[in-house]
């Protein structure tokens, strides 16, 4: 069982503090550090000091870290070219030694779009479809050959697809809701399918419709990894679940009911019940990066139980 620290640092945090959680995650023993890509604060936060850009930090992040996987939920494809992210991964893997994974999505946000002067297309879906081609076709080539594409939406023409990663294959993350077009993306071109904030009844229903997909594509279901994203809140008793849970502005029974939130006991307990489903890695979103008490004792007493 995989636990990953998953952090949101649109809702205000800097390099540095979240080198910090990124050594915390790596001592602790976590098995990676993930971020979001979001360049807008969303909620109550004041986002301060301002949006960091996810692949710049993780670029950083892979000459200041040695064992953790490094990646993101999700990257979103209204933001980069994807013949350009193809380099980005493709660099960021090679200096991390090969530990990059790549979450990506259509990217929903229109606001953020809005403030930062970033086009929104309508066509977000069909378009992350041509992106997922490109970009594992980029790393696919082989070196001395050249890549083509004729698309709707994007073309290339003689692309040395350069740079490769560090890696055979960077693991590729697509997730959702979707009842259709994301199963059938996932089946085709993810190394993993992740549930973001989804109930155990709701992650049943969206395995399933992946499993199917894959057998579909001519894939075994179990080629995947499934994994659910879940906001944390684990205190050793009610008083510190209390605190933690008012500190991020949230209230302890819907935590309760809709994350990982609770004494270790009943954190591992709900987890439990999502590997009864075939998830067997959970990114554990943590929204307080000034408590590093948190992951301690989420590593001490729930790492340890699930061995």
């Known amino acids: 069982m995989d636990l990953r620290i998953f952090t949101e640092p649109q809702q205000g945090a800097t390099y540095d503090t979240l080198l910090s959680v990124a050594k915390a995650t790596e001592e602790l023993n976590f098995d990676a550090f993930f971020r979001s890509d979001h360049y807008l604060r969303m909620g109550p936060s004041d986002g301060l000091p301002g949006p960091t850009d996810a692949w710049i930090t993780l670029a950083g992040l ?13 990257t979103a494809g209204t933001f980069r070219l994807p013949g350009v992210l193809a380099i980005q991964v493709a ?3 090679q200096m991390s030694g090969g530990r990059v994974e790549l979450g ?3 990217g929903w ?7 930062y002067g970033i086009p929104f297309p309508k066509e977000k879906f069909a378009r992350l479809e041509e992106q997922l081609e490109i970009v594992t076709g980029l790393w696919a080539t082989p070196v001395g050959q050249n890549f083509d594409f004729n698309g709707k939406y994007y073309r290339l023409k003689d692309s040395p697809a350069l740079p ?18 994301t199963p ?5 071109f993810a190394d993993e399918f992740n549930i973001p904030f989804g109930s155990v009844e709701d992650s049943a229903k969206q395995f ?13 279901a179990d080629d995947l990894v499934y994994s659910n994203a879940l906001v944390a809140c684990v205190g050793k008793d009610e008083a510190e679940i209390a605190k933690r849970a008012a500190a991020i502005g949230r209230e302890v029974d819907d935590l309760k009911a809709n994350g990982l939130a609770g004494s270790p006991a009943e954190v591992v307990d709900k987890i439990g019940r999502y590997a009864e489903l075939g998830a067997s890695r959970f990114y554990l979103q943590i929204l307080d990066l ?6 301690e004792l989420i590593s001490s007493q729930v790492l340890s139980q699930l061995g």
């Open 184 to 188: 059938q993306l996932a089946a085709r």
């Open 104 to 106: 990506i999505g259509a």
């Open 62 to 74: 892979a000459r200041e870290t040695r064992r953790i996987r490094l990646g993101t939920l999700m």
């Open 91 to 93: 660099q960021v893997d």
């Open 164 to 181: 490769k990663p560090a890696q055979s294959k960077v693991p590729v993350l697509i997730g959702g809701h979707g009842a259709k077009r």
């Open 109 to 115: 946000y229109e606001e953020e779009h809005t403030a």
């Open 290 to 295: 000034d408590d590093l008490d948190h992951l």
């Open 208 to 220: 399933a419709r992946v499993r199917e997909a894959a057998e579909v594509y001519g894939r075994k």
